[in-house]
């Protein structure tokens, strides 16, 4: 029974030590995410994009760049680069495929 509580003890010890050393070495690792948006540009509100991609859904963007919406229209088809959660690049595109970019960048 004392052999027992001591392995109990020790396999609790070791569960929750590696998961709180765990945890504080993914806090200080960067996580970078990109993807790229496609859609119409169905508002624009404040400092952010309402874009409507092209299965229907609606998201709203933030342009890293607030200066950047000075270039964009409702009702302009865009291609928008995001990286952790903000739009990092704004293309306007054509049905032909060609794109225009916004900004100066």
Do not use: C, W
């Not at 994009?49 to 998201?59: A, F, Q, S």
């Not at 009702?75 to 739009?87: C, H, L, P, Y």
Request: no cysteine.
């Amino acid at each position: 029974m004392r052999l027992l509580l001591i392995s109990m003890f020790i396999a609790a010890g070791l569960t929750l030590g590696g998961v709180s050393s765990f945890a504080n070495s993914t806090k200080t690792e960067t996580n970078t995410q990109e993807m790229t948006l496609s859609g119409q540009i169905s508002g624009i509100r404040g400092d952010s994009l309402i874009v409507k991609d092209n299965m229907g859904k609606v998201h709203k963007v933030i342009p890293a760049e607030p200066s950047e919406l000075e270039y964009v229209k409702v009702g302009e088809n865009v291609s928008i680069k995001m990286r952790d959660g903000r739009a990092v690049d704004i293309h306007k595109t054509a049905n032909t495929g060609s794109s225009e970019r916004y900004g100066s960048r």
